[in-house]
Every structure is written in structure tokens, then in C-alpha cells.
């Protein structure tokens, strides 16, 4: 098998484009399909060595994540605590220490299991992904992206992720541990931006519900505007389990999970809302 170790971005989509080569990040899901035989690439190309798509910064409109961030850098970086805390919460309980330590955000899209952990708070936050391809570049919001079939094409590069820098608190919280191939088995997302007293503008993402991580636009509108106090989580409580009644329908794990998200949302708003309320 070819292996090809790109110096940048444009050098490793011009390979991808000519060669039908799989993009490699961390390897920690792609290495474990090969080895079960799910993938077999016909040449790999590294993207190790590609020193921009590691980047973590601040603009004054963004805030950027390079696709090569690993989980143990994200989770270690005050300004994704700051700006992206769901983000943030995820990466603690990604994994193992070893997994976070080579597992990419980029990866993380990239494979797009029902249960990536990176994928509820991006939604949450809003995040848009850049893309490269043969065909050129694109900026695209996660939540579309998520509705594409295929995700992404062969050739296209996934060269990182901005979240606007719209002031917004935000927690997650995940249900099950992820043992080797076992997946996680719900998560709960929320953003939530604040004027005064009032939640402005909800957001929640789920995650292991259904085929891919989804934001839930009715919950967006039933909490949005609101007050936060014990009537209004209640709602989304009620609300949150609507939805995962309506996602899993007559599959066996719903009865289960429709109780357990319950929980998971409460944990999810408690990671951010302190005790006695929100403060502007
Ligand atoms: C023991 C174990 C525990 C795990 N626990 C968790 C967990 O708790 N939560 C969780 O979410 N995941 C978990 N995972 C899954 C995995 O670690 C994550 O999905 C991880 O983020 C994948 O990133 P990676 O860098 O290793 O990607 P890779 O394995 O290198 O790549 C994954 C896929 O994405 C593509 N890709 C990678 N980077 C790019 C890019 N920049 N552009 C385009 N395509 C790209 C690859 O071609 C491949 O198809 C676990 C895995 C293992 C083995």
C-alpha cells in the first residue's frame, strides 16, 4: 500500500485527487477498520506533518480548530473551555487518555458514528467546516453537512472547523462508557446564548439517537426566549424525550433511552447553569 506524507493542505488533496488515497488523522478508527477488514485503502496519506490543521485560535469573529486537534489538546486549551465549554466537557470524557491523545476532531467527522462525542457540541455551537477538494473550497455549516449523503467525497479534506464568538454558554453530558468498539450511548448538547434573565436562543444537539448527531430545531423554538427555572427544564425534558420517541420509534433501545435522556439533559444544563440560575 502507497503512504504519502504531505507537507500541506493543497499538496494533500492533490494526491487524494489523483490517487483515490484514504485521508489518515489519528488513526484510531481508521486503523481499526482496516485491521477488521471494513476499509482497505488503496494508499494512505498522513496528515501528520501538516502543521496548519493542528492550529487553535481566537479571530475576532471565531473561534478555529484545525481537523489534526486531538481530543487531549482541545480538552486542554482554555480557550475551547471559554468559548466552546460543551466542546471542552466532551473532550474530558472522550475515550481513554491514550484514544484522546491521538483521536482528531477531523477524525471524528470524518468516521461520523452515531455517537462521536465532538459532534453534539459542534452542532450546539453552531460550528461551520471548511472543506478542500479538487473542486474547490467550501465553508458549510456542520448541521447541513450532516444531512449530506455521502458525508464527504474521496478527495475532500476536511481542514478544520470556526464556531461564531456569539457569547454562548454551553454543557454536554454522555450516557454509557465507550469500551473498545462498544458506542456511546446517548449524549446531550446545549448552547444557550443569554440577554438579562432570558435564554435568547436554545440550542440542543443529540447524539446516538439516530444515524448521525442532529440538532433539534422544535426544541429550539419550545425553549427559546424563555426564562430558565425548574418549569422550563421540566418542558425540555418533556420535549427532549418527544423527540427521542419520534428518532428511535420501534427500535428496542427506546423505551431505555427515552427514560435515560432525562437525565443526560439535566446533567448536560447542570454542567453550565450554576446553582440558583444563570448569570448574564
Ligand atoms: C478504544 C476506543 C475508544 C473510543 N472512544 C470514543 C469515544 O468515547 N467517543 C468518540 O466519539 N469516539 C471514540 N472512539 C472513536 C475514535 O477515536 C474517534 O472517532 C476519533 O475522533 C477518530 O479520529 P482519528 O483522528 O483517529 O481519525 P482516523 O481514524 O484517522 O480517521 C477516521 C476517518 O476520518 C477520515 N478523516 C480523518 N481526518 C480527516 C480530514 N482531515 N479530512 C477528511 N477526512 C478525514 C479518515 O479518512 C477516516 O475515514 C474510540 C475509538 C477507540 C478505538
Sequence with gaps: MKYFQPQSVREAVEIAR????????????????MQTG?????ALIDLGKISELKLIRKTPEYLEIGSMATFAELGQNELIDKH?????????TMGSPQIRNQATLGGNLGNCSPAADGLPPLLALGAEVELISGNGDEVVSLERLLSRTPLLTQDTLIRGFRIPLKGLQSGFAKLGRR???AIARLSVAVAIEIEGDLATDVRVALG???????????????LSGQEINEAWIEKGVEQ?????????????????KRVAV???FREALASFIPEGGLKA
Design 240 to 256: 427532549v424525550q418527544r423527540i427521542v420517541r419520534e428518532a428511535l420509534g420501534a427500535r428496542a433501545s427506546a423505551p431505555y
Design 262 to 264: 432525562a437525565g443526560v
Design 84 to 92: 466552546a465549554h460543551a466542546l471542552w466537557l466532551a473532550c474530558q
Design 18 to 33: 489523483t490517487s483515490e488515497a484514504d485521508f489518515l488523522a489519528g488513526g484510531t478508527d481508521l486503523v481499526l477498520h
Design 38 to 42: 471494513k476499509i482497505q485503502p488503496i
Design 208 to 222: 446516538a439517537v439516530g444515524r448521525r448527531a442532529f440538532l433539534s430545531e422544535s426544541l429550539a423554538q419550545e
Design 179 to 181: 469500551r473498545a468498539l
